[in-house]
């Protein structure tokens, strides 16, 4: 039995329960506690699969076919680690954020984000861990329940519509995956990963489960054209919610697609099929910063960058469908570039809404024209909101320059440059949403404008500056976490030698 | 085998109703719905699939997928009414409009 996979589980569920039924002021440093442990184990598994390599569980006793195995290698590791580093972060900026909410329905919403979060935290883990198709539609399920009953907290007219917007594509998008896993478990009689790459044959069936399924994981990562869900619900949504959602959750279902891509279809892509998927991505890099260039508001704006940002997880696809004769090499730079882009976004955006929900406490709403003069007022989250734009654009040494400049070079490789274009000017395109949201920020105060009412907590803006300094840090150390992210050879491409 | 694909092709024609009712309907009830029809299309496939290799007892593995599934849609469909339900109280409108969006 291994402590720490179990444990990494065990704890935020059994953390969500508690904190449920625990009297309302105990609610918040029990999810504190909670936090520091669940991120504690998660970096304990981590540990285990640097030191050990791949680590196999079977949960109870049972193993595969009857059991469910748990598995981490280093492509879980890495994404443990991001959501420790983000959860436990967000958890401190949540538990001060939430003082205010002390009347009525806000008491409401804070006494049930905290439950909603740790069942979010804990369905990440069983995701990054699972090693089984129907477990990861189970899990799948359970990160789209408590992701939107997190945005649907304050209960306002917004939220509700936001929601139940986000809810169909959620269940649509995971019905179509769990056909794709039925007509897996028709053909190969298994629902485990391992099982199903040694099985898994190009043909007519196993290309239509690879559609369906990737279909439905799109829907689910809000991939353009599929994408018009999230913008009012990562918009609409309290600030730390909306960091939870654009950092944490569409990179759920987006890590499932990369598990299938890597593994099960890796012999049944075609290359119209990356082509599409690369297309996708260019669409969502033009149309996301297109709207994000035109929004008045901060949060908003914060939202159609997601939009945006996820599209350069698209142009791994094309690569790793067409470029067969490369030898691997650039499928793997590709795959590992969109990795450390999933990273480095996670960080950056998180810490963007962070800041985002510090700007509305202290101008009191996220008109970009109401942060008229808050320079002056929140230097500290002005400069986190910059640090986090450098990630973002790609800019040298950060985290997603890292990502950008993998990507790109794979791209150029692999002979398939024309997707340059879009790497290049999407950074351009990020560099003028990030300035037309700072821009108001250092302009000066009017006669006319309403004061700044709000007083923001120091420990607030020290949570958002230290995500925002992470996503810079990753840039610099950025071999280690490759070499982590590379146990147990989770893209199965060796590099030049294949 | 005849009738495995029948099964088989109603239950694809099912998910097809159900995914087009989902994004092409706006009353909220009859998206509810819809997802449903989708959710019982695949169920009935996983039915179909219990009983692929005609021999005398179908494989309980699909049995079991298939009861957690139900599981999983009635509880998203308790969630989503209550939701719809809440919606309809304060706005007093049946669908999710698209202005809400912008």
Known sequence: MNAALQGSLLAPFAGALLVLLVPEKLKARITLVVSLVTAGLALGVVREVMRDGVVHERAGGWGAPLGIDLAADGLSAIHLLMTAVVGLLLSLYAFYYFRSYDDGRKARARSLFWPFWLMLWGSMHALFLSGDLFNLYVVLELIGLAAIGLVILTGSREVLGAGMRYLMVAMAGSMSYLLGVVLLYGMYGTLDLGSLNALAEANPLTRAACVVMTVGLLMKTAVFPLHFWLPPAHASATAPVSALLSALVVKGSFYILLRLWFGVFADVVTPAMGWLLGAMG??????????????????????????????????????????????????????????YHVLSHALAKASLFLSAGLVMTAAGSDRLRDMRGLAERLPLTIFTMALAGVSLMGLPPSGGFIAKWLIAHA???????????????????????????????????????????????????????????????????????????????????????? | MDSLILYSLAGILLFCTGLYGVFFIAHLLKRLMAMNIMA???????????RRNAEAFPDPVPHAMLLTGIVVAVSATAFACAIARRYVDITGRTGVDEEDAS
């Open chain 1, 282 to 339: 260019a669409g969502a890099i033009l149309w996301g910063s297109y709207q994000a260039l035109r929004q008045a508001r901060l949060k908003m704006l914060i939202a159609h960058s997601t939009v945006a940002q996820l599209g350069y997880l698209m142009f791994l696809f094309p690569i790793v469908a067409g470029a067969m004769d490369a030898g691997g090499a650039y499928q793997l730079e590709a795959a590992k570039g969109t990795v």
């Open chain 1, 411 to 498: 791209v150029l490789g692999s002979g398939q440059w024309w997707w340059i274009v879009f790497v290049v000017g999407g950074g351009l395109l990020t560099a003028g949403y990030m300035f037309l949201m700072l821009r108001s920020a250092f302009l000066e105060r009017q006669d006319g404008d309403p004061d700044l009412p709000g007083r923001v907590s120091p420990a607030m803006e020290y949570a958002a500056l230290a995500l925002a300094l992470a996503g810079v840090l990753i840039g610099i150390r950025a071999a280690g976490l490759l070499d982590i992210m590379m146990i147990g050879n989770p893209f199965g491409f060796t590099g030049g030698g294949l």
């Open chain 2, 40 to 50: 019982a299309g695949v169920f009935l496939i996983l039915i179909v699939i219990a």
